[in-house]
């Protein structure tokens, strides 16, 4: 594309098999990323240098989560466990039996105190040593989906917000059960809450986006609203710095609704074509005004929207990109793809 850089990778790497998830550690020295097989692979982040090799599940890994503040993280995996892990020795801190077959999600609270696991229908709240604090009346289906509030000096405490079929449901530590929900006639797949946590975006098996706009907290009073025109259902949403802007996939084109002012309906979105299949990626820099994107197609590319309709930069990964995240910083990113590769990329190649 005419006027568009290309991204150079500042260093690679190639895993034996595909990348289902990476990671960087919250103080950005380390990255983790998981085989589909079952192999947890650690990183210096800044030099690409493989550190240690954990096998950590046998039958496969589907999620990782680093601890805030820490050297330590958890994996969940299809064997039913999680497991939490040193990543400075590759020593082996608990193993937690999460009550079904194949552990979907897990994720550690902002405060580092506990830690969410979703099996099938049972939620588990665990402290962060892996003791077992709460489970959870079992959900209507499969939860598709959990993610903490993110922590803001508005809204303090933490509160997480899980989904499946039949809606959404929000739990705080130390309550038995969930204490509010929104029900929703479909699969809710993906969650997604604003930095400033006045909105939660979902997306839906019916190729739709839910928003519940929650500007006095959780426990305040709420509205919603579906956005619908989408071809396929939702792989991925990123949410800018400022938590006005939703970015959303569900095709081969990146739509991003403005939800500031009276919010996104009655809106037009802005929509940036660039990719030739469907978006699987999304990811907006914590703190900048930049956006990367990845497709099934191995195409990656980095956006600032509302500045321009064409990509800064591009790359070209050859296999469909299975996870993007930015470092602690913003100045790099990395891109993971199905064939097992790590691409580590630096903003400052676009300046």
């Not at 402290?127 to 209507?140: C, I, N, Y």
């Not at 975006?201 to 928003?211: M, V, Y």
Request: hydrophobic content about 40%; some cysteine; proline content about 6%.
């Amino acid at each position: 594309m005419p006027g568009v850089k290309a991204l150079e990778p500042l260093w690679s790497q190639r895993l034996n098999d595909c990348i289902i998830s990476a990671a960087f550690s919250s103080d950005g020295r380390y990255l983790a990323a998981a085989e589909i097989s079952g192999k947890l692979v650690i990183f210096d982040a800044r030099l690409g240098q493989r550190l240690r090799e954990i096998p950590a599940h046998g039958f496969g890994i589907t999620s990782i989560s680093w601890r805030p503040g820490t050297a330590e993280l958890a994996t969940a995996g299809q064997d039913g466990k999680a497991r939490l892990w040193s990543a400075t020795t590759a020593d082996k801190l608990a193993e937690l039996a999460c009550g079904a077959e194949w552990v979907e999600k897990l994720q550690f609270s902002p405060s580092g105190l506990y830690l969410a696991t979703s099996a099938g229908k049972k939620l588990r709240l665990w402290s962060h040593t892996g003791e077992l604090l709460l489970a959870a009346p079992d959900h209507s289906s499969t939860i598709a989906d959990l993610e903490w509030m993110p922590a803001t000096a508005r809204f303090p405490g933490d509160v997480l917000a899980y989904c499946g079929y039949g809606g959404l449901v929000f739990l705080k530590p130390g309550q038995a059960q969930g204490y509010k929900s929104f029900e929703y006639k479909g699969s809710m797949l993906k969650i997604r809450w604003s930095p400033d946590a006045c909105f939660i975006g979902t997306g839906n098996q019916d190729a739709s986006i839910q928003f519940f706009v929650l500007p006095e907290g959780v426990d305040g009073p709420s509205r919603d609203l579906v956005m619908w025109g989408y071809r396929s259902k939702i792989l991925d949403m990123a949410w800018d710095p400022q938590s006005r802007y939703l970015a959303t996939s569900g095709s081969s084109t990146i739509i991003i609704w403005n939800c500031g002012g009276k919010g996104p309906a009655g809106s037009k979105p802005d929509m940036l074509d660039f990719h030739m299949r469907l978006i699987s990626e999304l990811a907006w820099q914590s703190s900048g005004p930049l956006l990367a994107s990845g497709c099934e197609e191995g195409l990656l590319a980095l956006w600032r929207p509302g500045k321009a309709s064409k990509p800064l930069a591009t790359a070209h990964l050859g296999a469909p990109i299975s996870q993007i995240q930015w470092a602690p910083g913003d100045q790099t990113f990395l891109a993971a793809s199905e064939d097992g590769a790590l691409n580590l990329y630096a903003i400052e190649q676009i300046k």
